[in-house]
């Protein structure tokens, strides 16, 4: 029998968390309500040109492609995962992360609300093994590297398609990459030096609210210094699951039919594009990142209408694998309730 709804309750109990929860349900409605008036917005701006576009059809083969680089991809972003939690101690089976990192996803993509998919990661992995604040650490790191990751390949592939980079006129995202690689490279030098790891805590601790949590979650975090090669291999994960992602985005692209942007374009603005899910004001960048495709696919000369319906095509793909990982995680061994301290 599969897990139940209860597994996900908050860990605390009490008048102020449940204050508190209000508090966070109600930015989260807040969040999903703007990220979908940003669809609608795209969707009435382009009425006539996406009817036009949509009335050709889909190319299905291209679609059932892009549902499986979006699978293989995501496996292998829980993968990295799974190498990061057995860096803090963990010890199961990459059946597990993969069960509990498809749950996450779950919660990223179809469950509206204010637990999204990294805590629930890190909830689950810390009642499981007992370890809630390296399990929180695990899911920092694992964040961090992967949209350091996404920004490595935007500034990439804006060097390599220099031409079509130029053309497209991408300067505020490759900027925007460049600035997240240099600010992430400094947390991680800070988890990974214990002289830098001191004054990181001095700092922390000043920061209001959160900054007791955030000084426990680096010293969590500084299990990693014990593998920085590990590191650098997640990392490279991360490289691969974010071109598989770029690799479903052209084929959702390709399912529209011609014409669309040559394969240099699509690498040339794509990347750019998915960093905009970075931004914390829609869930997993709703609306955002439809926008910026919108743009990027109207400088590189291409009919708006195909960036938002090609973005519409790629997150109902991204839901499908969500669903099937919600499935296998119900189906698979129950998960203990019990929560228990740090080891």
Known sequence: MGVQVPLLAPLHSGPACRAEREKNDLKAVARWLFGLSLIGLLVWLHRRELIEV???GFRWGFVYAAFAACLLATTVSIMRWHMLVKVQGFDHPLTTS????????????VVP???????VRAALLGRQERGLGRAAASVLIDRV???????????????????QTAAIGRGVPVASATVFVATAALGLTAVLLPSLRAAAHRILKRVPFAGAKLSSLLDAASGFRRAPGKLLFALLFGLVSHIGFVIAL???ALALGPPSPSLAEHFALA??????????LTPAGLGLVDAAMVELFQLAGTV???GLLMMMLYRVVQIAVAMIGMGLFLTGPRT????????
């Open 336 to 343: 203990s309730l019990s929560v228990s301290p740090d080891r």
């Open 98 to 109: 993969l069960r509990i990192g498809f749950v996450g996803v779950f919660f990223n993509f």
């Open 250 to 252: 052209r084929c959702a």
């Open 304 to 306: 708006a209408a195909r």
């Open 54 to 56: 949509a009335s050709g």
């Open 113 to 119: 609300g204010s637990v999204g998919g990294d805590v």
């Open 145 to 163: 590297l992967g949209l350091t990751s996404l920004a490595i390949l935007t500034a990439t592939c804006a060097a390599a398609f220099w031409p």
């Open 271 to 280: 990347p750019a594009g998915l960093m905009f899910a970075a931004v914390p």
